[in-house]
């Protein structure tokens, strides 16, 4: 009688554990107060309207207590996040525009969607082809870091030029620019923050500025990192220009001192064990620096201290 009464009491007791969502089990603090206002790429988002306000509170929750991807984020960001603000400063892009990118993948560089969207950027074929990049079955530019930062400033800033509010240009980024410019002219609403939207793209505007809010305050959301826990960005060893084609990608990188895992890690972009290059294009292939990718927790680079709480 005894034995049933200390396993009874134990099953009570997984069971009251389990009936706890796992996110109270884990996490002990609240999700972040919506803020007064937010200033995003320049223009302050104020939340003194009920919808904006439950909107934004909506993500805030979300955020908090998704803490598997929201961990994967901060981590990879401190690798990606200095690749990428060199470019968006290069071409004009305010630096917040980053976020999007945040929410479009992950930051996963080798993301990929059901609907066929790739890459850090998520393009789907079409359009990156329309934007400047090389997408076939050998060559995927969609998976280059930099040249698909580059296609996606260009689509950012000939959306600003048409609509002039970042808000509205991170919507039509979701939503199509066709989608975009009839909603304006069906509802004569010029800003995406006042029209009513599917649920995916009115979700997706609050979701870039909570990713700000996480990034430049994560103790907020919870985190605690150290240097050691978030994944360094080491530059390539050396980049290596070819204008021919190369047979075998393999041969190449053993003659290059790295295996041909470690070559396709550093260039994703190259999607097959060879290089056909019949037209004799220019491409430049990294070279990773192998030994500065040992795992050392004493000298791992931090990219925002922000994030080392």
Not at 70 to 78: D, G, V
Not at 118 to 127: C, D, N, Y
Not at 147 to 167: F, I, P, Q, V
Not at 228 to 239: E, F, N, V
């Amino acid at each position: 009688m005894k034995k049933n009464s200390i396993i009874a009491a134990l099953t009570a007791g997984i069971v009251s554990l389990f009936a706890v969502p796992l996110a109270a089990q884990t996490l002990q603090v609240p999700p972040p107060q919506v803020p007064a206002y937010i200033v995003f790429a320049g223009d302050t988002i104020r939340f003194d309207r009920a919808d904006l306000r439950e909107r934004m509170d909506r993500e805030l929750v979300a955020f908090t207590y998704s803490h598997n991807m929201s961990t994967l984020m901060i981590k990879r960001a401190n690798r990606y996040f200095p690749q990428i603000e060199p470019v968006l400063k290069r071409m004009g892009i305010p630096d917040d525009l980053k976020y999007l990118m945040v929410i479009e993948s992950n930051v996963d560089p080798q993301a990929a969607s059901s609907a066929g969207a790739a890459g850090l950027w998520q393009f789907i074929q079409s359009t990156g082809r329309s934007y400047g990049l090389e997408v076939n079955s050998n060559i995927d530019e969609r998976y280059n870091i930099v040249k698909a930062t580059e296609a996606a400033c260009k689509y950012l800033r000939e959306a600003y030029s048409k609509y002039g509010d970042w808000m509205t240009v991170a919507a039509s980024y979701n939503g199509g620019q066709g989608g975009m410019d009839r909603r304006i002219q069906s509802q004569n609403q010029k800003h995406a923050l006042d029209q009513w939207l599917v649920e995916e793209t009115s979700r997706y505007m609050f979701r870039i500025l909570t990713a700000k809010m996480m990034f430049e305050n994560p103790r907020q959301f919870g985190f605690r990192f150290t240097p050691a826990d978030l994944y360094p960005y080491i530059p390539p060893k050396r980049q290596v220009t070819v204008t021919d084609p190369i047979d075998d990608l393999v041969a190449f990188a053993e003659k290059n001192g790295v295996t041909f895992a470690d070559l396709k890690r550093a260039n994703l972009w190259l999607r097959e064990s060879k290089l056909n290059n019949a037209s004799h294009r220019t491409y430049i292939i990294d070279i990773p620096d192998t030994e500065a990718l040992r795992y050392d927790p004493s000298g791992t680079k931090v990219h925002s201290p922000a994030w080392v709480r």
